[in-house]
């Protein structure tokens, strides 16, 4: 299948400064990328969708000023954690989906997601 | 309101013994719905998707729209279905994005 692939795997920063999470779609153009949270032992919480070229949809709660997201490529979204504080510790996954010729979504590929310690 | 339920946070089965992880959605249109697994140390996986209507690893879903089900079954677990299993639902028109449940650990013990 599809390969997405998320940088850094893991990232130990400290309280006030800020962390930028890449995921890019190695061998398929996503039309949409996703961005979800993950707390131990619970399940994923959709945190934003990105589209290409336009400003996220970010879901109830989610601060968009705290958690900056850009899809510059059909191939690349960041998710910049701003000011980072320790509640912000958390596993983060992306995943990407694009469209086949019938405009229908394909399945979704997650990366590897990414560890974010903040101290 | 979207919702994707998961009651079992474990399940633990011996090896060749029937396994089904449940799965309960609240969506007031058609939704589509999904089986993901992740195994351990590994990113998450698409299972199946309802509409293809596929068996793979042995596992086989089924919607139930009356029952608002989507429930997960296997009639002879292995060690290596040891994983944890995510039900997720993604509606029309809506981008799309996935709702996941909880997750059920299931656990294949020889």
């Known amino acids: 299948g599809a390969v997405v692939s998320q940088h850094p795997s893991r990232v130990i920063c400290k309280s006030g400064t800020s962390v930028k999470i890449e995921c890019r779609s190695l061998?398929?153009?996503?039309?949409?990328m996703f961005w979800y949270r993950q707390f131990p032992k619970q399940s994923l919480m959709l945190m934003a969708t990105s589209n290409e070229g336009s400003k996220a949809t970010y879901e109830q709660g989610v601060e968009k000023d705290k958690f900056l997201i850009n899809h510059a490529s059909l191939t690349l979204s960041t998710l910049t954690v701003t000011s980072a504080h320790p509640e912000d510790s958390s596993f983060y996954i992306c995943s990407a989906r694009s469209r086949d010729k019938g405009r229908r979504n394909t399945e979704a590929f997650f990366g590897q997601g990414t560890r974010l310690t903040v101290v | 309101a979207q919702r994707v339920t998961q009651p079992e946070k474990l399940l633990s089965v011996f090896k060749g013994a029937p396994v089904e992880l449940k799965c309960n959605y609240s969506?007031?249109?058609?939704?589509?719905l999904f089986w993901y697994v992740q195994y351990s140390r590994q990113r998450l996986q698409l299972l199946l998707r309802h509409i293809s209507r596929e068996s793979i690893k042995g596992f086989t879903a089924d919607l139930n729209k009356g029952e608002t089900s989507f429930h997960l079954k296997k009639p002879f677990a292995q060690e290596e279905d040891s994983a944890m299993y995510y039900c997720a639902l993604s509606g029309y028109n809506q981008g799309g994005k996935l709702i996941f449940g909880q997750g059920t650990e299931l656990s294949v013990k020889p």
């Open positions: 061998d398929f153009q996503a039309t949409t």
């Open positions: 969506y007031s249109g058609s939704p589509e």
